[in-house]
Nanobody
Framework: QVQLVESGGGLVQAGGSLRLSCAAS????????MAWFRQAPGKEREFVST????????YYANSVKGRFTISRDNAKNTVYLQMNSLKPEDTAVYYC?????????????????WGQGTQVTVSS
């Protein structure tokens, strides 16, 4: 079965950095656009970033543009999210997701497989 396992979350001070990883198994990873979403306490899950199957096309939410970088290594079946200049408002559980499709998209309803999430907490 498909498994997505996130790692790399933790507690960091404002202005710091974290690198999230999401290791995929049970699927042909290079066939799937991938994305990161996040959910803060009391808020709905929101889109963070997405990357095309070959890694050439990337898209970011305005709130993270210029601070976060998504990448993937198809040989390692892993997608990454480098997060720099972190702010307290970035505090959330971060989820990776895989989509059975060709095009990237920002709608969570379009993603078929989800990880269990990793907590990111940014202190002020």
């Amino acid at each position: 079965q498909v498994q997505l396992v996130e790692s790399g979350g933790g507690l960091v001070q404002a202005g710091g950095s974290l690198r999230l990883s999401c290791a995929a198994s049970g699927l042909t990873f290079s066939n799937y656009p991938m994305a990161w979403f996040r959910q803060a306490p009391g808020k709905e899950r929101e889109f963070v970033s997405t990357i095309s199957r070959d890694g050439d096309i990337k898209y970011y939410a305005n709130s993270v543009k210029g601070r976060f970088t998504i990448s993937r290594d198809n040989a390692k079946n892993t997608v990454y999210l480098q997060m720099n200049s972190l702010k307290p408002e970035d505090t959330a559980v971060y989820y990776c997701a895989a989509r059975m499709g060709i095009m990237i998209t920002i709608g969570s309803e379009n993603y078929n497989f989800w990880g269990q999430g990793t907590q990111v907490t940014v202190s002020s």
